[in-house]
């Protein structure tokens, strides 16, 4: 069983910073890419950003760019996802996801279901 367990979510104030992470454990799987996910209350969960695990090449949402930033360390098999300038509608449950197929295009991992594991999420919450 593979199990990927976020860490790091929390209150913080609209312009604050967070940083989360993602610890994978378990069986040995092949690795891909990582992603984060996120799912405010009564939308649905939409891509944040991905990092291809070999190369490092990363793909982030419109919504996010310039101001969160994702990456990866190889030895502690965590991925993190570093978020700065935080809005109010950046509320929301995030998820950090594991893909195990390799594709051509690193925005081909903006798609849920192309990832394999999934975390149990952890909440941000931004006051404004």
């Known amino acids: 069983q593979v199990q990927l367990v976020e860490s790091g979510g929390g209150l913080v104030q609209a312009g604050g910073s967070l940083r989360l992470s993602c610890a994978a454990s378990?069986?040995?799987?092949?690795?891909?890419?990582m992603g984060w996910f996120r799912q405010a209350p009564g939308k649905e969960r939409e891509f944040v950003a991905a990092i291809r695990w070999s190369g490092g090449k990363t793909y982030y949402a419109d919504s996010v760019k310039g101001r969160f930033t994702i990456s990866r360390d190889n030895a502690k098999n965590t991925v993190v996802l570093q978020m700065n300038s935080l809005k109010p509608e950046d509320t929301a449950v995030y998820y950090c996801?594991?893909?195990?197929?390799?594709?051509?295009?690193?925005?081909?991992?903006?798609?849920?279901?192309?990832?394999?594991?999934w975390g149990q999420g952890t909440q941000v919450t931004v006051s404004s």
């Open positions: 378990g069986r040995t799987f092949v690795r891909a890419a």
């Open positions: 996801a594991a893909a195990s197929r390799y594709y051509t295009f690193t925005y081909y991992y903006s798609g849920a279901s192309t990832y394999d594991y």
